[in-house]
């Protein structure tokens, strides 16, 4: 099945990156921000390793992603066929890089059920999941298909006094956990309903994740200033259609 075809059936696909040399580089990048460290996935077994430091370890590490020269283009670069199939050639980028780790038994980094478009996101927008470690069970992120998120949607309203926590409890059978290896990711649709648990493998999982989505999609009005493009989104990519019109537009073409 094409990847286009799994992401309309699912909302989601699963593949290896295209960019062996660029991952690694920003793989590289984490680990000496952390440390350096010799294992992202036994990370939590370092001497420095301590729970009440994971935020800002994971803060610093977040900053220096997002100092990488050209970052948006690296990143990009790891998935780019994928999301051009997907999206198009006039893609918009979000404006960070988001890092996040999960180690055995933090309480603090649980990322409760949601879906992205309940809390002001665009419906047309898609998110580039990275691990840099071994993800599965616990230690990765669940999701739920298609049909599952659209049941749950639907039940919100009479399950709205048992909260997201009642409400995951409710439905945990449906949820599956997610198994990528380093060097695969993910594109998913940010509106099925996914979170995290705690972690109760013996490994660390380490991801980065940001948000794709076409130049010309629509954007929420309700939310002029904090998810649309200048705030949240940037242009990535540019078809040369799209830069011609663009030029026309601000009178650079003669005939205009």
């Known amino acids: 099945m094409k990847l286009a075809e799994q992401f309309t059936k699912n909302g989601y696909v699963i593949f290896d990156i295209e960019n062996q040399k660029n991952y690694e580089k920003i793989k590289k990048t984490i680990a000496q921000a952390l440390g350096p460290t010799n294992s992202l996935d036994d990370f939590h077994k370092e001497k420095f390793f301590k729970f009440n430091n994971i935020n800002n370890l994971r803060l610093n590490a977040y900053k220096e992603l997002n100092k990488i020269k050209d970052w948006e283009k690296l990143y990009y670069s790891l998935a780019e066929n994928a999301l051009q199939e997907l999206i198009g050639l006039d893609i918009s980028i979000q404006n960070k890089l988001n890092f996040s780790i999960q180690s055995p038994n933090d309480k603090n980094s649980i990322l409760m059920l949601h879906t992205d478009t309940l ?38 309203a009479k399950n709205e006094k048992k909260g997201m926590q009642g409400l995951f409890k409710l439905y945990e059978k449906d949820a599956k956990f997610l198994k990528l290896s380093p060097g695969q990711a993910m594109i998913f649709s940010p509106s099925l309903f ?24 629509p954007e ?37």
């Open 119 to 156: 809390s002001g996101q665009t419906e047309f927008e898609v998110v580039l999941w990275v691990p840099f470690t071994e993800s599965y069970e616990t230690n990765s992120m669940y999701i739920y298909s298609r049909k599952n998120s659209e049941k749950i949607f639907k039940n919100l």
């Open 194 to 217: 996914h979170g995290n648990v705690l972690n109760k493998t013996d490994t660390t999982r380490m991801s980065i994740n940001c948000r794709f989505k076409s130049c010309f999609s």
């Open 220 to 256: 929420f009005e309700e939310f002029p200033t904090e998810r649309n493009t200048g705030a949240f989104y940037r242009p990535l990519k540019i078809s040369p259609l799209s830069e011609w019109a663009y030029q026309y537009y601000e009178g650079d073409i003669l005939f205009k």
